[in-house]
């Protein structure tokens, strides 16, 4: 059974933009793609530092390597801004690499959101160092 969820919708104010992060946010932490996809449009359009993804299939195939090879994944998004569709988002993501090795990651996101709260756009910069 497919359930579907009222995400907050734009235009944006910086309340329901926070609402529909804390989404994002718990969604990537459950480490579940099935769970982060939900949020996204079938005809996404994202990068991921030098990854480029343009359907939500090539999405879920880039969590499941991604969580394959990230273990122990948590993921903390600060919102900085907010304007109708889009918003623009700090992040913090710790992981341990499958040697046992602890990496950080900091940098921004940008989302851009259709009419019904879903991502259609996500474009991540960022900067990963070796604690």
Do not use: C
């Not at 995400?7 to 329901?16: G, N």
């Not at 946010?25 to 990068?47: F, Q, S």
């Amino acid at each position: 059974m497919k359930t579907t969820i009222n995400f907050p919708i734009p235009p944006w104010d910086m309340d329901t933009a926070a609402a529909r992060l804390a989404f994002e946010e718990a969604a990537w932490n459950t480490h579940n793609p099935n769970e982060i996809i939900k949020g996204y449009t079938d005809e996404l359009e994202m990068r991921d530092g030098a990854t480029f993804i343009n359907s939500k299939n090539e999405f879920e195939s880039f969590l499941l390597s991604k969580f394959a090879q990230q273990k122990n994944y948590k993921l903390k998004l600060d919102l900085w801004g907010a304007l109708k569709g889009r918003m623009a988002v700090r992040f913090e993501a710790e992981w341990d690499d499958i040697t046992g090795k602890h990496f950080k990651s900091y940098g921004v996101q940008v989302f851009q959101f259709n009419d019904q709260g879903l991502a259609e756009k996500r474009f991540v910069s960022q900067e990963t160092v070796t604690v």
